[in-house]
């Protein structure tokens, strides 16, 4: 149990000092400015400016969790891993727990935002849209670290899992509506899971079903990756063969 | 742990075969990288790989390391099939070709994760190993700002910790300046001789491996050529005598049963020193006139091109 947590704890502050946390952090501070100047004004609206930032968190969060999942095979930490005494399903929980807390921290920096803005509007504060969000980005974690782990099994390789991520969960579920719209109408949000369960996150109605549904596909996806790791060839990693 | 370290020496005394490669075989699609290939790690001693680039080294060093798996025949970590132990009771540290590393952690705090992986995490080790490879004063740097010796030291380090049974080292020098590789090879030592781990070793630098090593094997296209105990063959001396009777002195030395085989114009013979102090006044009684003799050392430099044909 330490050590899974000596993982997740590990990874997370790689991932802090990595630039991409900078410019992140710069980011947010670009949108906190922004959502002040607008509660000064006269269209104050601390909710949409939350719900906006929320959404680029989640695209962040994507990228993290391909990182966290599969930067290992492009700084060769994989051999270290495939000797090590750790077995692959601690090591995907250690992992899973570095992006959740990534995920939290944004969640965190988000609040604040949030919390700020609303006292700056003199708006009334929604307390479950903060909890709401929070609990949201903590599953969103676990789901897209599972993704993830499964893309860069099948991979073997950090670039091309972090373009199937944002592939997987920015461009095919537009892509997919936009082809079924051809002969149906669909709500996107309806239609993918983690979406609609942000949509109803936010109007505090979290449903069992719709949990079990996202944590139930997450399994599935880590119970793949862990087939596939069983027969893993890592002469497939790129540059190998040829250092020889 | 006291445990541990006991079976450990008892294994360095009995000089236990920890791992074994059976007539293993890997092919790249039509490309055969391995071909039947054999040989035994034994506790303690230090096994040198050599061949030329495109040999199969690095394949046979990361199917032994469980990172490929698709091949056919053995390999056995005390007796037992490397694809089928799980892997919190694999024993091996490896280094296989680039150093792995988190390019943002010190060289600390990458070998903190490696020592907490191995599931045997101990302070003082990370403490001894760097001082050993001089990497003390750069443990506090971010590991990407190595310079390419020191990523070297810190993947031997990393490979080192948790006390494996069987130590894969890939050039391990590759990068290093020449002050630096006698403390690599120290370890190398160290590892075999007082950890009591089976260390496999790869490397270009003939000379080195000459020092470290106590058997070779010569592999090339997949194949193994040769397999050298050069440590026994540094027991059994070679002496060159110079004689114009060249016929006569090899059948007398037959006779008195040791191995004598005339080269060119020399004569080569397997003795002691002790043994050809004896034996000499009796070919001199036997009317030989021996011209000159020197102790002849192979070096691998030269079996090596005898071996692969150069």
Not at chain 2, 7 to 34: F, G, H, P
Not at chain 2, 245 to 263: D, M, P, R, Y
């Amino acid at each position: 149990m330490d050590r899974i947590l000596f993982v997740g704890i590990f990874k997370f502050k790689e991932n802090l000092k990595q630039k991409s946390t900078l410019y992140f952090l710069l980011f947010s501070l670009f949108v906190f400015v922004c959502g002040i100047v607008r509660q000064l004004g006269v269209n104050k609206n601390a909710s949409g400016t939350f719900l906006m930032f929320v959404v680029l968190c989640n695209i962040y969060i994507n990228f993290v969790a391909a990182y966290m999942f599969a930067n290992e095979f492009s700084n060769g930490m994989y051999k270290q891993l495939a000797t090590s005494n750790m077995n692959s399903f601690s090591f995907i929980i250690g992992r899973t727990l570095s992006v959740v807390m990534t995920s939290a921290f944004m969640g965190f920096i988000a609040i604040g935002c949030y919390a700020v803005w609303t006292i700056v509007g003199k708006e009334k504060v929604n307390v479950s849209d903060m909890t709401g969000t929070f609990i949201f980005f903590i599953i969103l974690a676990f789901y897209i670290s599972q993704v993830s782990y499964l893309l860069s099994e099948l991979f073997l390789n950090y670039k091309s899992t972090v373009i199937f991520v944002a592939l997987y969960t920015l461009v095919f579920p537009y892509a997919y509506v936009m082809v079924k719209s051809l002969w149906k109408s669909v709500d996107l949000i309806e239609k993918m899971p983690i979406w609609r369960l942000r949509a109803r996150v936010r109007n505090a109605d979290i449903r069992v079903a719709d949990v079990t549904v996202i944590l139930g596909i997450s399994l599935v996806y880590m119970l793949l990756g862990l087939i596939i790791e069983q027969k893993s060839d890592f002469s497939r990693v790129n540059g190998d063969q040829q250092d020889e | 742990m006291l445990e541990n370290y006991t079976t450990r020496k008892d294994s360095i005394m009995k000089e236990e075969k920890i791992l074994q490669v059976k007539n293993v075989s890997k092919k790249y699609k039509n490309e055969v990288a391995l071909e039947d290939v054999s040989f035994n790690l034994t506790s303690g001693k230090v096994v040198g790989l050599v061949g030329p680039n495109g040999a199969g080294k690095s394949t046979i060093m990361k199917i032994i390391c469980g990172l490929i798996s698709n091949y056919t025949g053995q390999v056995l970590l005390n007796g037992k099939d490397v694809r089928k132990i799980k892997s919190n009771k694999k024993e091996i540290g490896c280094l296989i070709e680039s150093p792995g590393f988190y390019p943002e952690s010190t060289g600390l705090e990458n070998m903190k994760f490696a020592a907490k992986l191995s599931g045997n995490y101990s302070k003082n080790q990370i403490d001894e190993y760097a001082k050993k490879l001089n990497l003390t004063k750069d443990l506090k740097k971010k590991a990407k700002n190595y310079s390419l010796g020191m990523k070297q030291k810190l993947g031997i380090c990393m490979a080192l910790l948790g006390k494996p049974q069987v130590l894969i080292l890939d050039e391990p020098t590759n990068g290093l300046d020449p002050s630096a590789t006698p403390a690599v090879r120290e370890i190398i030592k160290y590892a075999a001789q007082t950890l009591g781990m089976a260390v496999l070793v790869s490397s270009h630098i003939l000379s080195e491996l000459e020092i470290v090593c106590d058997e070779i094997v010569f592999i090339k296209k997949g194949h193994v050529l040769e397999e050298n105990n050069i440590r026994e063959e540094r027991q059994l001396p070679k002496y060159v005598i110079e004689t114009d009777q060249l016929k006569e002195t090899e059948t007398e030395l037959k006779k008195l049963g040791f191995n004598a085989k005339i080269i060119e114009n020399h004569l080569e013979v397997d003795i002691k020193e002790e043994e050809l102090q004896k034996v000499l006044p009796q070919l001199i009684s036997k009317g030989i006139f021996v011209k000159g003799m020197y102790h002849k050392k192979e070096k691998l430099e030269e079996k090596y091109n005898k071996v692969m044909g150069a």
